[in-house]
């Protein structure tokens, strides 16, 4: 069985040779492009792991976190670069009310992006956002495989990248002011939800049209697990959105992989019957609240769940920490789970983080054949 195929067959509940491996930031589509990655270390590990872990070909999709308005009404307006890398960029959005402008910078080294402000700051200006007209973003297309690569098209799997659909409203503005909003103008806050679950459901009706998309990834529900907000907020602005659009991939042939950092012990039971193929990071304490045992535990092989060995462990543990941490992960079954790393190598791979994440995939290697 190759990677690929051990990747889809555990996702999809069956039973696969090994325990598939998926080690964010060493997922290279071809070797070529491998071989092009400046970082030493890194073209190290991801040599060793080519032959054990399936890459991505991933199409755009064009969601954002601005009430996915078509990228055809905003434009970068201004552009800087200061002496550390850091590249801040101001982007304007042209609305039939007036612009509106947002600011992110972007730190290369540590591959790293915020928000320095945000296009929405008052009721006003969720207005003048929400009258810009919905049209499909210029370019959606859905992905032509017979243009990739022979090895590529071996190894890697079809994906797509979208958001909660809450997540395009929340991220529109500063966090507080979505919570208090969420307190105040909770009408408001479902309804907007409801605008960019609509926007998202066109996109992937063009996206899934072509049968060629296998997997979609969809990120943000953290935003609103414990403490963040209240579980009255989730089971509201997530599960019948999420449950909705997983749906639509389901009916087109599609996996659904659901991504959420922190605390998820009180919102596990919820991701699984909104339908969710995979869930990942599963993380244990301190920087989430259940052990991946436990969690499988609870999953009861009704969905893959993908865990986990801290990135912090890796970038500043010995190699007998991260073999502890990859031990832990192996507790409990070894069926309808992925061993993966919480995030990727943020930054250059030091020798330290090579040595470690030498010491996972050895782990890795003796742990994982299913017999």
Same mark, same amino acid.
């Given at each position: 069985?190759?990677? /690929? ?42 040599? =060793? ?7 991505? /070909? ?6 954002? #976190? ?18 550390? *890398? ?10 039939? +009310? ?6 992110? #910078? ?31 973003? %210029?370019?959606?297309?859905?992905? $032509? ?6 090895? #590529?098209?071996? =190894? ?6 979208? #958001? ?5 409203? &929340?991220?529109? !503005? ?30 992937? $009706? ?21 403490? !963040? ?35 998820? /012990? ?21 920087? *989430? $609240? ?5 969690? +499988? ?13 801290? &990135?912090?462990?890796? &970038? ?11 031990? %832990?992960?192996?507790?409990?079954? +070894?069926? =309808? !789970? ?12 030091? $020798?330290? !983080?090579?040595?470690?994440?030498? /010491? ?12």
């Amino acid at each position: 069985m190759n990677h /690929r195929e051990r990747l889809l067959t555990t996702i999809r509940g069956n039973r696969a040779d090994r325990v598939p491996l998926a080690l964010e930031g060493l997922d290279f589509a071809t070797r070529a492009e491998l071989a092009a990655h400046p970082d030493a270390n890194l073209r190290e590990l991801a040599g =060793r792991c080519f032959d054990h872990m399936a890459g991505d /070909r991933v199409t755009p999709s064009f969601v954002n #976190s601005y009430l996915v308005t078509p990228p055809q009404f905003m434009r970068q307006s201004e552009r800087t670069e200061t002496a550390d *890398g850091t590249v801040t960029t101001v982007t304007q959005i042209d609305t039939p +009310k007036g612009p509106l402008s947002a600011v992110t #910078s972007c730190n290369p080294a540590g591959d790293t992006t915020w928000q320095v402000s945000y296009p929405v700051e008052s009721l006003e200006e969720i207005d003048c956002i929400r009258s810009v007209p919905w049209e499909l973003p %210029a370019g959606l297309r859905p992905p $032509d495989p017979s243009q990739w690569p022979d090895d #590529s098209r071996r =190894r890697c799997i079809s994906r797509v990248n979208i #958001s909660s659909p809450f997540v395009c409203v &929340a991220g529109m !503005m500063p966090y507080q002011y979505f919570l208090e909003l969420c307190a105040t103008e909770l009408g408001l806050i479902t309804e907007l939800t409801e605008v960019c679950h609509r926007r998202t459901a066109d996109v992937l $009706d063009v996206l899934l049209a072509g049968g060629h998309i296998e997997y979609v990834w969809m990120g943000g529900c953290e935003w609103l697990t414990p403490p !963040m907000a209240s579980p009255q907020l989730y089971e509201r602005l997530v599960q019948p959105f999420e449950a909705d659009l997983i749906r639509r991939c389901h009916d087109a042939g599609a996996l659904v992989h659901l991504h959420c950092h922190g605390n998820v /012990r009180s919102t596990l039971e919820l991701t699984i019957r909104r339908g969710a193929d995979l869930f990942e990071p599963v993380e244990p304490p301190p920087d *989430g $609240d259940i052990p991946f045992a436990e969690a +499988k535990e609870l999953a009861a092989g009704r969905m893959t769940l993908g865990g986990n060995v801290e &990135a912090r462990i890796l &970038a500043y543990g010995t190699p007998d920490e991260v073999e502890a941490a990859t031990r %832990a992960a192996f507790e409990g079954t +070894k069926r =309808r !789970m992925i061993l993966r790393t919480s995030v990727g190598p943020l930054g250059p791979v030091t $020798d330290r !983080m090579l040595a470690n994440y030498h /010491r996972l995939i050895d782990v890795w290697e003796e742990l994982s054949p299913l017999g």
